[in-house]
């Protein structure tokens, strides 16, 4: 298995762009989550779903955020407009089982907004 | 605010020590689980141990887990210099705002080892 894809590795934009990060989950898997992390704020979750349906959202940080996920195997993150303050490390996680709890993360997504 | 808290923040040891990190937390959990970070990459799942466990066993990691005290401790023995990496705990817990499960990360121990 390939693990969890996301695209693209490196995004530099300006401010006010629009900026959509991309998630592949594993095959199978039945739960999807976005993470970001900085070095002030660690690790923070974002959104998560099951079989496709958001279940927590709390963690989105603003109305400038949104997440979607149109079938089980594609997820996108989207910020409209982006901001200085957004720039960081996006993961995507996915997980077969809640039960089971491991979290099988991409590579990640580093955001640099200007 | 984060449930986990790891100690210390960083650690630096000789090859072949032992590195002991800990975590507390604020909840009652479902489970622990310790994710590893190298540097400019996603985190890959070390150990998860359940709240009615109290240690657990893989290869050179030890863990252990003190629900009474809410702390966990990661023991990585006879340490090489490929353990060089961010250990991250993480707490699988019900969000007492939201009723939902949540897995919510501490901010890390920087583990370096010298060889």
């Known amino acids: 298995d390939a693990g969890v894809i996301q695209s693209p590795r490196h995004e530099v934009t300006e401010m006010g762009q629009e900026v959509t990060l991309r998630c592949k989950p594993i095959s199978g898997h039945d739960y999807l989550f976005w993470y970001r992390q900085t070095m002030m704020r660690g690790l923070e979750l974002l959104i998560y779903?099951?079989?496709?349906?958001?279940?927590?959202d709390s963690g989105m940080p603003e109305d400038r955020f949104s997440a979607k996920m149109p079938n089980a195997s594609f997820s996108t993150l989207k910020i409209q407009p982006s901001e200085p303050r957004d720039s960081a490390v996006y993961f995507c996680a996915s997980s077969p089982d809640r039960n089971t709890g491991e979290l099988f993360f991409g590579e990640g997504s580093r955001l640099t907004v200007l | 605010s984060q449930q986990g808290e790891e100690d210390p923040q960083a650690l630096s040891i000789q090859e072949g020590e032992n590195a002991t990190m800990n975590c507390s937390y604020k909840t009652s959990i479902n489970n622990l689980q310790w994710y590893r970070q190298n540097s400019g990459r996603g985190l890959v799942h070390l150990i998860l141990i359940r709240s009615n466990e109290r240690e657990k066993h893989s290869g050179r990691l030890r863990v252990t887990l003190d629900t009474s005290k809410k702390s966990s401790s990661l023991l990585i023995t006879a340490s090489r210099a490929a353990d060089t990496a961010s250990y991250f705990c993480?707490?699988?817990?019900?969000?007492?705002?939201?009723?939902?499960?949540?897995?919510?990360f501490g901010p890390g121990t920087s583990l370096s080892v010298i060889p």
């Open positions: 779903f099951n079989n496709n349906v958001p279940i927590d």
């Open positions: 993480a707490t699988d817990a019900r969000q007492v705002k939201t009723s939902y499960d949540k897995v919510i």
